[in-house]
């Protein structure tokens, strides 16, 4: 198992850590699921996170698809870090305020410079909120050097 991939199952059940992003750590999502290429996290849907009529806002909608992505390509365990040519998300439903949603992130097509991936968010009834694609580019920066520093080398 990678050291990213085997850091991120050590977390399931648990919220971001509070040397992550702080962004990250302001959505406040838990970890619910995490094999390569695939990530799971609940999100509790805050009133800051609304729209004017008590929905969950797109652009958090937007924010929580990109930060799910992201993770979901560190899964891989590249020690380069991927950036984001584009994302794309549609919006097909709503969740409230009090809601916990749930997003799925998941590897459609990985080459050896491109990668492209999902993130559906669904709402606690289970109805799709929204779905994004987002195609990223392999950077000369290095993906989360302190844990490939200490954990055994990814293929």
């Known amino acids: 198992m990678n050291p990213v991939l085997a850091l991120f199952t050590s977390y399931v059940g648990l919220e971001i850590r509070p040397e992550d992003p702080e962004f990250s750590r302001w959505l406040g999502g838990i970890f619910r699921e995490v094999r390569e290429g695939e990530l799971v996290m609940d999100f509790r849907v805050r009133e800051e996170m609304s729209n004017p009529v008590g929905f969950l806002h797109g652009g ?19 020690k380069q870090f991927f950036l984001s040519l584009g994302l794309n998300v549609d919006y097909l439903g709503k969740a409230r305020v009090g809601e916990t949603v749930v997003a799925k992130g998941r590897i459609i ?10 993130c559906e968010i669904f709402a606690q009834d289970g109805a799709l909120v929204c779905r994004g694609t987002s195609s ?13 520093a200490r954990g055994v080398e990814p293929t």
């Open 60 to 78: 958090l909608q937007n924010a929580m698809v990109d930060d799910v992505i992201g993770m979901t390509v560190l899964t891989l365990g590249h």
């Open 109 to 118: 097509r990985q080459g050896r410079t491109v990668i492209n991936a999902q």
């Open 136 to 148: 990223l580019m392999k950077s000369p920066f290095r993906a989360m050097p302190e844990v490939h």
